[in-house]
């Protein structure tokens, strides 16, 4: 038991950056006065980089993306959750086992 509470300060000290599309700071919804989080699809969003615990990250993907090395400015931002947004898009696609594609065939006939 000792060791697992080493282990959660340990991982409670490591902090992640991650790149989220927000209703931007008019749209405050919680208690913490955080921003409502929008899906990366969603281009009335404002994307904003939130820094996150460890421990609330569930799990990563292997997912690699080539992004903009500076964040801060907001076209890089936008620029980096459109990459976001096309890599879903394909991963959502290629999730669907490929049916639909056929389907679209299939209504062209």
Do not use: C, Q, W
């Not at 096309?86 to 999730?95: F, N, P, T, V, Y």
């Amino acid at each position: 038991n000792g060791n697992n509470n080493g282990n959660n300060s340990a991982s409670a000290s490591y902090v992640v950056d991650v790149l989220v599309n927000t209703g931007g700071k008019e749209s405050v919804t919680d208690l913490f006065g955080l921003p409502k989080l929008l899906h990366p699809h969603d281009k009335s969003g404002t994307p904003m980089v939130v820094t996150f615990p460890l421990a609330h990250i569930d799990a990563l993907s292997s997912v690699r993306l080539k992004l903009p090395t500076d964040l801060r400015p907001l076209e890089s931002r936008k620029s980096a959750m459109s990459v976001a947004a096309e890599a879903l898009r394909r991963i959502e696609e290629k999730g669907s086992g490929g049916g639909g594609g056929m389907k679209e065939k299939e209504k062209e006939k």
